[in-house]
C-alpha cells in the first residue's frame, strides 16, 4: 500500500522559514516525479514546485520562485520542500503527491498525502 506522509507544517511569523518533508512508503521515490501542491481556504489546489525522479530538475511557481526549494533524498525515500520568506499569502494545507509524469496537473498525480498545515502570521 502506498502512503505518503507530509511533516513539518506549522505557525511561523513572516519572513520566517519551514522546512516541509514527505516521506513514501510502498513507493520508491527514486522512480517517481514529485510534486508539492497547496490550497488555502476557499481556494483551488495549486502548484508549488516539483522535482524530476531522474535528473533531479526542479520547477516552481512564479509566486514562490526564489523562496522555496525542492530536494529529495532518495536514500530516505524522502523529498523536502525549504520554505522562506514566506509571508502571510503562503498560509495553507501542503501537500506532496507523485506521479510517472514530469507535471504541474493535479489530475496527473496518483497518489497523495494528508497535507500539513502552514501558518504564517504575526
Known amino acids: 500500500q502506498v502512503q505518503l506522509v507530509e511533516s513539518g507544517g506549522g505557525l511561523v511569523q513572516p519572513g520566517g522559514s519551514l522546512r516541509l518533508s514527505c516521506a513514501a512508503s510502498g513507493l520508491t521515490f527514486s522512480n517517481c516525479n514529485v510534486g508539492w501542491f497547496r490550497q488555502a481556504p476557499g481556494k483551488e489546489r495549486e502548484f508549488v514546485a516539483r522535482?524530476?525522479?531522474?535528473?533531479?530538475?526542479?520547477d516552481y511557481a512564479n509566486s514562490v520562485k526564489g523562496r522555496f526549494t525542492v530536494s529529495r533524498d532518495n536514500a530516505k525515500n524522502t523529498v523536502y520542500l525549504q520554505m522562506n520568506n514566506l509571508k502571510p499569502e503562503d498560509t495553507a494545507v501542503y501537500y506532496c503527491?507523485?506521479?510517472?509524469?514530469?507535471?504541474?496537473?493535479?489530475?496527473?498525480?496518483?497518489?497523495w498525502g494528508q497535507g500539513t498545515q502552514v501558518t504564517v502570521s504575526s
Open positions: 522535482i524530476h525522479w531522474a535528473s533531479s530538475t526542479t
Open positions: 503527491a507523485a506521479s510517472s509524469m514530469f507535471t504541474w496537473t493535479t489530475s496527473r498525480y496518483d497518489y
